[in-house]
């Protein structure tokens, strides 16, 4: 047998199967990604409880069999969201492996923290802040959305205590406040209802926003 002519014959169907296999990943993204859009959309505009799956199936273009394999059902789908919110990619990114908390850490000033701190959260509001709404409406009458909320918010205060000993490790911070005390006062100005009250109810602009957090966290935290 001549391996000369195997090896010629098999190398194409080696990287056909390999272009097909790129192609379908690319479209289980895109359907991915069609799902969520359209789930987000109709989430924020009618709410959790009058949405269904079978609405954002044809709203995507997908059937719902689709969703449920690709995402799952309508808990795991406002779960998908709030996390891709969150970390501004298709999937999920835990807190310490976030860029801005590597800039965060790196820095060796608690102001520059705190800057960095402030840009990060005004671009996360711009995509979370419509998601949480609906999932603070959702929590109140389903009990997967409202753990779901109640494990958001915990880790949201698990990640500032880690911020506020970052911020202690400068040595910057007011001797009269406690980690947990900083931790606190930042959980509660990073919140979506915070951005909440002063962007979308007050009209203020992302960088009024960004401002003010790194104005009010300074004056607040560091020593004078």
């Known amino acids: 047998m001549n391996l000369c002519k195997v090896a010629a014959v098999s190398e ?11 192609k379908r990943a690319e479209q289980a993204a895109a359907t991915r990604r069609a799902i969520l859009d359209s789930a987000r959309q109709l989430f924020v505009h009618y709410g959790y409880a009058k949405t269904t799956v079978e609405q954002i199936a044809a709203e995507a273009g997908v059937a719902v069999d689709t969703i449920y394999a690709s995402v799952g ?14 970390s501004g990619r298709d999937h999920p990114i835990p807190a310490r492996q ?4 590597l800039q965060m850490r790196a820095a ?25 709404r609906a999932l603070r409406d959702a929590a109140v009458s389903d009990d997967s959305c409202a753990a ?14 880690d911020f506020a000993a970052g911020l202690r490790s400068t ?21 979506a209802e915070y951005w909440d009250l ?11 926003f960004r401002i003010w957090l790194i104005d009010a966290w300074t004056r607040l935290l560091l020593a004078n």
Not at 198 to 208: A, D, F, K, N, S
């Open 198 to 208: 002063l962007v979308i109810q007050r009209g203020w602009t992302p960088e009024q």
């Open 108 to 132: 060796v000033d608690a102001k520059v923290s705190i800057e960095i701190y402030a840009a990060a959260i005004t671009e996360i509001q711009q995509r979370m802040a419509p998601v949480f």
């Open 73 to 86: 059902r309508k808990p795991a789908l406002l779960r998908e969201l709030v996390e891709t919110a969150i």
């Open 12 to 22: 194409p169907v080696k990287s056909r199967r390999g272009y097909d296999t790129t």
């Open 148 to 161: 779901l909320w109640r494990e958001i918010s915990e880790r949201r205060a698990r990640n500032m205590r």
């Open 171 to 191: 040595g910057q911070l007011r001797l009269d406040l406690s980690d947990q005390q900083v931790a606190d006062i930042i959980w509660s100005m990073n919140a």
């Open 98 to 101: 976030r860029e801005y908390v």
